[in-house]
């Protein structure tokens, strides 16, 4: 089993749709839960960090079910800068574990 | 805004040849990584660095593979002799005391011929 495992997409939605993510690990033993964003040949760069009681950051929501192992994100009204690759990124030590990444690409 | 720098953008380099690949972390950061990425694949760990010496290391880190701070602004990371395989993005990335959020350097982009 992959140790962050994502949706490889593409996502393909229209400016101003509601699009969500989803991400599973495999140890249960990871602390820290991330989202990054990717944009073509570039470098991640941290989107937000994601808490067990779910947070949001303006039109950018994630939510951790540490039973299930699981991680989402939410993007509200997208935008055409949204357009990146998502990475659902995990950690135990500080060492971060990443996932393939999911594709969105929000079209006029 | 402070940020990680990395040079040079693109190195091409024959098998078999040594690459030094050079970082300079965030002044006031204490803890240094490499992470490599092959086109079209995920992001991958390679080490963790902290206090003058590596604290977590994967498997791809192998005896080829060596990092150094010379002095008290960059991060190094050599290839002994590279392999064709070799090729990937290599990013660097720093953390502050205290902080979770790693900065990343834009990477080196590595070609072995």
């Known amino acids: 089993r992959k140790e962050v495992e994502q949706d490889p997409g593409p996502f393909n939605v229209p400016e101003g749709a509601t699009v969500a993510f989803n991400c599973t690990y495999s140890?249960?033993?990871?602390?820290?839960f991330f989202w990054y964003r990717q944009d073509c040949r570039k470098e991640p760069k941290l989107l937000m960090s994601?808490?067990?009681s779910g947070n949001e950051d303006g039109r950018f929501t994630a939510q951790l079910n540490r039973a299930s192992q699981y991680i989402s994100l939410l993007i509200r009204d997208s935008k055409l800068s949204d357009s990146a690759t998502y990475l659902c990124?995990?950690?135990?030590?500080?060492?971060?574990?990443f996932g393939t990444g999911t594709r969105l690409q929000v079209f006029p | 805004e402070p940020e990680v720098t990395q040079t040079p953008s693109h190195q091409v380099t024959q098998m078999g040849q040594e690459v030094i690949l050079r970082c300079v972390p965030i002044s006031n950061h204490l803890y240094f990584y490499w992470y490599r990425q092959i086109l079209g694949q995920k992001v991958e760990f390679l080490v963790s660095f902290y206090n003058n010496e590596i604290s977590e290391k994967s498997e791809i880190f192998d005896d080829q593979f060596s990092v150094e701070r010379p002095d008290g602004s960059n991060f190094t990371l050599k290839i002994r002799s590279t392999k064709l395989e070799d090729s990937a993005m290599y990013f660097c990335?720093?953390?502050?005391?205290?902080?979770?959020?790693?900065?990343f350097g834009p990477g080196t982009r590595l070609t072995v011929l």
């Open positions: 140890n249960s033993a990871s602390q820290s």
């Open positions: 990335a720093s953390l502050g005391q205290g902080g979770n959020e790693q900065f």
């Open positions: 994601v808490y067990s």
């Open positions: 990124v995990v950690a135990n030590t500080d060492k971060l574990i």
